[in-house]
């Protein structure tokens, strides 16, 4: 069995703390479906085993957390799953068009990161923005309004679902060339750095964007440079419709900056505590040292690529084998077993999310369309 | 007024500009240390250290992304490429993101950088390094592109570049970083971007030219009047885009005929858009077909011979402006 490159790194503070966020990477891979070691039956069993062992780590951490936040760390992640859900839902219905990229199944990771950034720090993701977008702030009608090219929406209806932005949130985009806003991440933080400002870059992308040269160009800058950014690879393990086994000569994604002398963890991404421990250890390297940081955070995309992929690229048996330890439902029971949260509090929270949820789908809806006088605004400042 | 080669014009620019302004700085290949591969930012490391002169590794695109998400960020990159040439590896940054930044955005995120460096041919570089580029970057909304001829404009231009809110494309020419000229010393020295100049005054045939090919419009035009007593009027366009057609057209008003110089390919070129807006603002004043004289259509090649039968030159310059003048 492999080990991985997070616990071979000096840097790697999990084990110190007890946090337990380095995940086994021979039991994250996803199963091969020609010529399986593992039989399809045996991959909820093996599901249902790291489970456990998540839970454990899970508790450990919640009983160190705020209960505010942690509070808020499940409405965001259960918001994000009921608004990309409704997303779904009208996209089918002709409301929203082109490009749609949904989140569910990550929203550990979006959730788990950023809720440990303080609000000055900058973000910038990659196209699948909807949840990134909210959780720094802008609101979810916003989001939706600009899903259906709407005035109201957060960029005027000129940039849709893959360009959510908001200066005031310091929310630098939804870009949509893979992997080019790892390249604009790092000038941000180079601008950061510049300004002694103080504040830190998370830069999201996903694992194909890893073959992209951006990648490695930004990650020797960033090392060399020393600057204070985080990138947040979200390995959801298929870019488009490819996995990531024909995709990726060497799959240690986290081990990538080890060629950068780059500080580096593998984290298991339907654990939002141990995304938020290990977001954490980066932020205190970017802060106090000003380095940065890779973490591959693997998780798991349940729908396809975009709403025009089929999926007929894998198995059923695959898609529900990580719905087993799905990340919303590991959090809840962990904090219920923690008793931190009740039934009660559960549903509280669940009915809060679909009430906004409807609530911006109503503000989406009612909202104008961009006045034609927009078609030529913004082109120049 | 001093007078100064092109080179040195860019370089004061650079250089009252990083005074002026703390958030901008310079940023490329062998810019600091090195003094630049072409000399442009000679002694602004040693004056201003590696916070504003900052040498990077060869990776074009990625300090290309740098630099756009700097500006995203607040700051005022001047992004030296030693070449245009070479922007193609960082084209994705200049396209994708620098020009639908602020659009797509919603109006909120500015791109306030330069990219800039020499474009179009060189001595004998061949076919990877003598790309003319400006059609290409010309052709995306969101993006300015400037090209000066004279070290004044050089200086001017540059400055106004980097005060610009806007991404925008400076291309230099290495066969002209020499050339001298006289320069004013004033400080807040600004051509604003978007006007043209008329380079020499005529009467009977216009000539616009850019870049390198404004000297050689010029002394065609001397030629011209010697010979055959024609008075050929010279525009500089200087800014390509926002492209000053009024300028122009004014001139083939006066004139009725028109020849386009330029040191680009004739397929779907800078002259090709310039030829279409003066026949659709002034079809009427025109007495001959527009002339154009471009860049072989093939690679730049390495022999001398053949690379000046690629390229534009005085006596091209000259056959045209007498076939549209008649003579």
Redesign the interface.
């Known amino acids: 069995m492999p080990k991985t490159a997070a616990t071979k790194k000096k840097t790697t503070a999990s084990a110190k703390n007890g946090s337990g966020s380095v995940a086994s990477r021979a039991s994250g891979n996803p199963v091969k479906r020609n010529g399986t070691q593992v039989s399809e039956a045996d991959i909820v069993e093996l599901a249902k085993n790291e489970y456990q062992k998540r839970r454990k780590s899970q508790l450990e951490a919640i009983k160190k957390t705020d209960k505010k936040l942690l509070r808020e760390m499940l409405y965001q992640m259960v918001l994000g799953r009921r608004f990309e859900e409704k997303c779904a839902e009208v996209y089918r219905m002709g409301k929203i068009g082109g490009f749609c990229h949904l989140y569910i199944g990550q929203e550990a990771i979006a959730v788990g990161s950023m809720l440990a950034l303080k609000p000055e720090d900058m973000v910038i993701t990659s196209y699948r923005d909807h949840v990134q977008a909210m959780v720094k702030g802008i609101s979810p009608e916003a989001v939706m309004a600009e899903l259906y090219g709407k005035i109201g929406g957060c960029v005027k209806g000129k940039g849709g679902s893959m360009h959510m932005f908001s200066a005031e949130h310091e929310f630098f985009g939804g870009h949509g060339i893979v992997g080019g806003q790892i390249g604009v991440g790092t000038g941000m933080a180079y601008a950061a750095k510049y300004k002694g400002s103080g504040q830190v870059t998370l830069c999201f992308f996903g694992e194909a964007a890893v073959n992209q040269g951006i990648f490695h160009e930004s990650l020797n800058m960033a090392q060399l440079w020393k600057l204070p950014v985080i990138y947040i690879c979200e390995n959801n393990q298929y870019g488009m419709g490819t996995s990531q086994e024909r995709a990726m000569s060497s799959r240690n994604i986290a081990k990538k900056a080890d060629a950068f002398e780059m500080a580096n963890e593998f984290v298991d991404g339907m654990d939002v505590m141990a995304v938020r421990d290990a977001t954490n250890r980066a932020i205190d390297r970017a802060t106090k040292d000003s380095l940065p940081t890779l973490l591959e955070i693997r998780a798991y995309r349940y729908m396809g690529h975009s709403m025009s992929d089929p999926g007929n690229y894998r198995t059923r048996e695959e898609i529900a084998k990580y719905q087993e330890r799905d990340p919303i439902v590991l959090f809840k029971d962990s904090l219920k077993e923690a008793k931190v949260l009740s039934d009660k509090d559960f549903e509280a929270i669940e009915k809060d999310a679909v009430e906004t949820t409807e609530r911006a789908l109503k503000f989406a809806d009612e909202s104008p369309l961009p006045d034609p006088s927009e078609l030529l605004t913004d082109v120049y400042a | 007024m001093a007078v100064l080669t092109i080179r040195d014009a860019l370089n004061q620019a650079l250089r009252e500009e990083i005074l002026r302004d703390e958030n901008v700085?310079v940023m490329g290949e062998e810019v600091a240390e090195y003094d630049g591969a072409y000399k442009v930012t000679r002694g602004l490391w040693k004056e201003f250290g590696d916070?504003r002169v900052v040498d990077?590794?060869i990776?074009e695109?990625?300090?290309?992304?740098?630099?756009?998400?700097?500006?995203?960020?607040?700051?005022r990159p001047v992004i030296e490429f030693m070449t245009w040439n070479f922007s193609v590896l960082a084209s994705?940054?200049i396209i994708?993101?620098a020009a639908a930044?602020?659009?797509?955005?919603?109006?909120?995120?500015?791109v306030?950088i330069v990219f800039r460096g020499p474009n179009g041919s060189a001595y004998q570089v061949s076919s990877q390094h003598s790309h003319a580029l400006e059609a290409m970057y010309a052709n995306f909304?969101?993006l300015?592109v400037v090209m000066p001829s004279t070290a004044a404009d050089a200086k001017g231009l540059l400055k106004a570049s980097i005060r610009d809110?806007?991404p925008v494309i400076f291309m230099e020419q290495e066969r002209m970083y020499g050339l001298k000229g006289e320069v004013p010393e004033d400080e807040d020295f600004i051509i604003p971007l978007g006007v043209a100049d008329v380079k020499r005054e005529g009467t009977d045939c216009t000539i616009v030219a850019r870049s390198m090919t404004v000297p050689l419009a010029i002394q065609a035009a001397e030629k011209i009047q010697q010979e055959f007593d024609v008075s050929v009027e010279v525009i500089d366009p200087r800014t390509i885009k926002p492209l000053d057609i009024d300028t122009i057209v004014n001139s083939v008003k006066k004139t009725n005929r028109l020849v386009i110089a330029e040191e680009s390919h004739a397929f779907a070129s800078v002259g090709a858009e310039i030829a279409y807006q003066v026949m659709d603002s002034a079809f009427d004043h025109l007495d001959a077909p527009i002339k154009r004289i471009s860049t072989a259509e093939t690679p730049i090649p390495y022999a001398k011979n053949l690379e000046a039968l690629a390229l534009p030159d005085v006596d091209k310059i000259i056959a045209a402006v007498k076939e549209v003048c008649y003579l």
């Open positions: 700085f916070k990077t590794p990776t695109l990625g300090f290309a992304a740098v630099g756009v998400g700097a500006a995203m960020a607040g700051l994705d940054q994708n993101h930044m602020l659009y797509m955005s919603g109006g909120q995120f500015k306030p909304p969101g300015k809110d806007n």
